[in-house]
């Protein structure tokens, strides 16, 4: 694919900081994968056809210094997050956020004063949203309204497991607003606290799927995500995809997240299967649990779930229906109808588990 030279030339200087080292004039052929991470030692390397026809590769290094800058700036940044008394706002603080050197944070609740609120929001430069997955967007909305007189550049990020009802109430609500110090993120984190250890086996489910930006006319987002992005994988090992639009990511997420979450509920509303999940795979039951309302709202909100759900059950009445063989055989036969044996380009941890028990129970 023949992209244009100036946009390439412009993200690789002003969005990964890299000096290229060839004509000016270039036109690029193949893909350029704008994903992370990029090796700091080998940097990488494409095609390109020079103004005179010669065809060679072209080495772009990373400087990164800049990812250093990024992280005593955001030391100094002070992050709100609204709903950090909830269990995944806990794990961003403790967790997350402490880890990419942010020491200023403001917490904000259902209980918090819409005077006290506005204190923080005033002072703060990024603000993240933890609230639970009903009801996400009308925060998100409102958050935007109370930030229409906001003077400096704030940063929203938008972090819900389904991302296109947000994505598009929220755009819909900036563009009304029109704040131009207001830009968001939309980004879903595949990892969480009851899963979150580098050297399990599915380390490699953990990322951020990138689904959109917002960009208001005054907070370009280029050099600030990519930054971060670059942060989470020197950090945690945790790259960013930007693969994925969001009605994308809602579909590829129902048919790995979702289904897994289709055993959740089995569990929910049987408990003699529950006993058995809990005693066959604690770590998942554990979760499940601890997740239930999560878990429940992602099978109502998100839009491809009726068809999934309609796959697993159609599975389990084929099954014997009363024991854990018969649980991960409905899942198997609910995955190989909806994912064809294919690997999921946005997998989790739990999806990957029942994958892993559906093969040992079938051998």
């Known amino acids: 694919m023949v992209a244009d030279h100036e946009r390439l030339i412009h993200i690789a200087r002003k969005c990964f900081k890299l000096s290229i080292r060839a004509h000016d004039k270039l036109k690029f052929v193949g893909h350029l994968d704008l994903s992370f991470p990029f090796s700091p030692a080998a940097g990488f390397a494409i095609n390109a056809i020079g103004p005179i026809g010669h065809i060679g590769p072209i080495r772009l290094t990373t400087d990164y210094t800049h990812c250093s800058e990024t992280l005593k700036i955001m030391m100094r940044d002070k992050v709100a997050i609204i709903g950090a008394n909830g269990e995944f706002g806990h794990f961003l603080q403790h967790d997350i956020l402490s880890g990419l050197g942010v020491s200023i944070l403001e917490p904000i609740e259902r209980d918090t004063s819409r005077e006290s609120r506005g204190v923080i929001l005033e002072k703060s430069r990024h603000v993240v949203i933890a609230t639970p997955l009903a009801g996400y967007a009308e925060v998100a909305c409102d958050l935007i309204y109370h930030l229409r ?3 400096h550049r704030t940063t929203l990020w938008l972090i819900p497991s389904v991302q296109a009802g947000v994505w598009r109430a929220v755009s819909a609500t900036l563009e009304i607003v029109g ?4 830009s968001a993120v939309f980004v879903h984190p595949m990892y969480g606290p009851n899963g ?9 489910t953990f990322q951020n799927v990138l689904t ?12 600030e995500v990519s930054s971060i992005a670059e942060l989470f994988r020197i950090k945690f090992n945790i790259v ?9 990511h809602d579909r590829v997420t129902a048919y790995s997240q979702g289904l897994s979450y289709c055993v959740g509920r089995l569990i929910f509303e049987h408990p003699e299967l529950e006993s058995i999940v809990r005693e066959q795979l604690p770590d998942l039951h554990h979760s499940f649990r601890a997740n239930h309302d999560l878990i429940l709202d992602f ?19 084929h099954t014997r229906q009363t024991d854990y063989t018969d649980v991960v055989s409905a899942f198997a036969d609910a995955d190989a109808s909806l994912n064809r044996g294919a690997e999921s380009p946005i997998s989790t941890k739990w999806y990957e588990k029942l994958r892993a028990a559906s093969k040992i129970e079938g051998q």
């Open 149 to 151: 007189h906001c003077d």
């Open 240 to 248: 960013t995809t930007t693969a994925f639009n969001p009605d994308e």
């Open 196 to 204: 979150f250890r580098e050297t399990e086996p599915e380390a490699r």
């Open 212 to 223: 959109a930006t917002f960009e208001g006319r005054e907070h370009p987002l280029m050099d």
């Open 179 to 182: 704040n131009p110090h207001i």
């Open 299 to 317: 099978l109502r909100i998100n839009p491809y779930m009726p068809q999934v759900i309609a796959a697993f059950a159609d599975s389990w009445r």
